[in-house]
């Protein structure tokens, strides 16, 4: 992952959850960065992310911990979240409200602040622009591998660098963003631009994504803008430097969201389900989240079983008024099973065999009825999943 000019990032192992692992994170902002940022609609939202949307318009430090999420934890949950951003502050020399919390782990649980302040000297002294590989270790809670993305980029002749890094693997259905994600930019971007990058970044990225249908109480996405790249700040929309600009943040948090479900817990196949000839995108994606939160198809993709009916019974339960079922196709990849309602005359068994013991499938429908069309990332259902939240308290 690419530094970014502005953005220091350190760690410590302050034993929140377990000893010896990196399960905190310091982010320093240089003075005059702009942050932009989407948070859970879970109205059990944790009191880490209320007091971040109250930060964020002061952000110079972002604080980080796992293994606890501080979510269900009432008004003692809200002090223990400001009690972490007083510390910090007082560390690093800054007023508490520049420090927005994130936390994520176990719900219900109150929030260890004495081992996160006592963490939050050696997290400090390691502040370093490198600090991107460590700090994405250092979020990461059932996820088995560290996520991040980087793009270098010219914009007006003049080098741009964008970077992000991601957690997540279970408790994924979005609604506005993924677990945690922190991206940022050396760009100089006008606040009310930058949200709206954010924004149109997330809709085709995070938004997009779901393992097991769950929004979490955590879910926060921060995007930053340094203002240390040479480039001009960006200050409209119809601009050829926003354009490129929003194209590389949107590529890095697709990376990064497709990162997500390819980690989702105990999966073994990335699924893009993708919906066409719709009456409308909402209707494309009502109908794309039916087939990618069903159990039943999950699990026949982890079987490699090329059950087609669990499909077709997931497109008719979506919920569309007036759907006729005449019309529609369906493939596996490049594998017709489903034509004008019913099994394609040219499918044969062994050939849907063949595309579901693939690591990466594309289920592809055609409703007839539209020019819309939207897709979604989402994974099989495997006997891990079970095990790894049947035993995540344990």
């Not at 003049?158 to 991601?166: H, L």
């Not at 203002?227 to 929003?246: E, F, H, M, Q």
């Amino acid at each position: 992952m690419h530094p970014v000019a502005g953005i220091r990032l350190g760690t410590a192992c302050a034993g929140i959850k377990k000893p010896g692992r990196r399960d905190l994170v310091v982010v320093e902002l240089a003075e005059g960065a702009r942050c932009a940022a989407v948070f859970t609609r879970n109205a059990f939202c944790a009191a880490p992310v209320t007091v971040a949307r109250h930060h964020l318009a002061a952000a110079r430090y972002l604080l980080i911990n796992t293994g606890n999420a501080n979510a269900g934890t009432g008004e003692q949950g809200m002090r223990d979240a400001l009690a972490c951003c007083a510390a910090l502050a007082q560390q690093v020399g800054c007023m508490p409200e520049s420090v927005l919390p994130f936390s994520t782990g176990v719900i219900g649980e109150s929030l260890p602040v004495q081992r996160i302040t006592a963490g939050l000297p050696e997290a400090c002294a390691n502040l370093n622009e490198t600090g991107w590989d460590d700090a994405a270790h250092g979020i990461m809670t059932t996820d088995t591998v560290p996520k991040g993305a980087s793009r270098h980029l010219l914009i007006d002749g003049q080098a741009v660098t964008v970077t992000g890094i991601a957690k997540g693997s279970g408790m994924i259905r979005p609604d506005m963003a993924t677990m945690l994600a922190f991206v940022a930019t050396d760009a100089a971007c006008d606040p009310a631009l930058l949200q709206q990058c954010l924004n149109e970044a997330v809709a085709v990225s995070f938004n997009r994504i779901t393992v097991d249908g769950d929004t979490s109480t955590n879910d926060a996405c921060v995007l930053i803008a340094t203002g240390k790249s040479a480039l001009a700040p960006i200050a409209s929309t119809s601009s050829d430097a926003y354009k490129l600009l929003c194209t590389a943040v949107a590529e890095v948090c697709t990376e990064l969201a497709q990162a997500v479900i390819r980690d989702g817990e105990g999966a073994t196949k990335l699924i893009t389900v993708e919906v066409q000839e719709g009456g409308s995108a909402d209707e494309c994606a009502l109908v794309a989240y039916a087939v990618a939160h069903s159990p039943l198809v999950k699990t026949a993709f982890f079987a490699s079983d090329p059950n087609w009916g669990r499909i077709l019974a997931a497109v008719g339960r979506a919920g569309l008024s007036g759907l006729d079922v005449g019309r529609i196709t369906i493939y596996l990849d490049e594998v017709c099973i489903v034509r004008n309602g019913g099994r394609a005359p040219e499918y044969r068994e062994e050939l849907g065999q063949q595309v579901m013991k693939r690591d990466e499938i594309t289920v592809c429908i055609h409703l007839g009825r539209g020019t819309h069309h939207d897709k979604v990332w989402t994974c099989d259902f495997s006997y891990d999943y079970v095990r790894i939240n049947a035993e995540y308290r344990t």
